[in-house]
């Protein structure tokens, strides 16, 4: 902690959140808190940490917007900053299983305006940047090219022609196929731009992604992309149809049981809403040019690394 280089990111870390409040309470957004481990999973899988909890199994959180869902019903416009947890077996220089998860929700709002919400967060972000951590960046020996070059809004391209754009430089990505770091990060190089790709198959996606009846079959989502990292937001229009996510639930083989209080966020007033969620560590790994995410962190948590 007492490396300057590491001092320095961390400065820089502490800035990144600090304007992530402040330009979401700009636009009229409540923090509102959730529970860290819960009876549920949100994202299910095996990217989950699970425990005994007084005799019940409980899970530690994946995501917040479970509850933002329910929230919106009361506040409208919620965002929270915390711990998220993923159990990825991921030794990459960008994985973490214990993170700090920027998220956003929004009732009345669909896809665009939410990426909207998040350029200008990053937008924010950057300026305050710019402005407080010259001394960090300067002992970081990175200069300011990459942030004073960013554009924005920025540019957006669908997932059906991101992979026929990267299939003609030799990745051999079927459709239907998530994209790995490589592909995102390539993607991201195309337009030297963080950039956003939308319209995943939904297939692919989570039961709670809204689909673009404008084009079937895909889902009303998006993942912003940086140079060097790959996904740094992951958001979405949010499914309104019960039926639709039930249909999917079942699809999935997922326990409704479990999942029926969030149901119930469908069941009594639902409203039109959108949400997305930002890795912290990866935007300030992207902002100090760091080779691995453990310097965007004190204390990283990885699959190898428990203490101190």
């Known amino acids: 902690l007492r490396r300057r280089k590491l001092t320095s990111s961390l400065k820089v870390r502490s800035t990144v959140m600090g304007a992530l409040h402040e330009e979401i309470r700009k636009l009229g957004y409540i923090e509102a808190e959730a529970p860290s481990f819960s009876g549920a999973t949100s994202e299910g899988g095996s990217e989950v940490f699970g425990f005994d909890y007084f005799g019940k199994k409980a899970f530690l959180t994946q995501s917040w917007q479970f509850y933002a869902e329910n929230f919106i019903s009361a506040f409208e416009n919620v965002y929270a900053m915390a711990p998220s947890f993923r159990a990825e077996k991921s030794k990459t220089a ?14 009345w709002s669909n896809m665009d305006d939410i990426i909207g919400v998040a350029e200008k967060c990053v937008q924010g972000v950057i300026k305050k940047v710019k402005k407080d951590n010259k001394k960090d960046l300067k002992i970081l020996e990175v200069d300011m090219k990459h942030l004073n070059k960013l554009k924005f809004p920025f540019p ?31 993607l991201a190089e195309y337009f030297d731009n963080f950039v956003v790709v939308t319209n995943y198959p939904l297939e692919i996606l989570k039961f ?15 993942n912003i992309l940086a140079p060097g990292i790959g996904e ?30 969030y149901l119930d ?39 190898t690394r428990l203490t101190p």
């Open 208 to 222: 709670y992604h809204g689909e673009d009846l404008k084009t079937p079959g895909t889902g009303m989502n998006f």
């Open 232 to 261: 740094v937001v992951d958001g979405s229009q949010r499914e309104p149809d019960l039926k639709k996510i039930v249909e999917r639930l079942k699809k999935a083989g997922s326990d409704l049981g479990k999942a029926n209080w």
């Open 156 to 186: 957006r391209i669908t997932y059906k022609d991101a992979i026929k754009r990267l299939n003609k430089d030799g990745f051999k990505i079927k459709y239907g196929s998530d994209f790995g770091g490589k592909e995102e990060k390539k």
């Open 94 to 107: 960008r994985h973490l299983t214990e993170f700090w998860h920027f998220e956003v929700e929004s009732a």
């Open 265 to 303: 966020s469908r069941r009594y007033g639902s409203v039109p809403h959108a949400g997305f969620g930002l890795g912290t560590e990866r935007l300030v790994q992207w902002i100090c040019k760091l080779d691995g995410i453990k310097d965007a962190i004190p204390f990283p948590r990885t699959i």
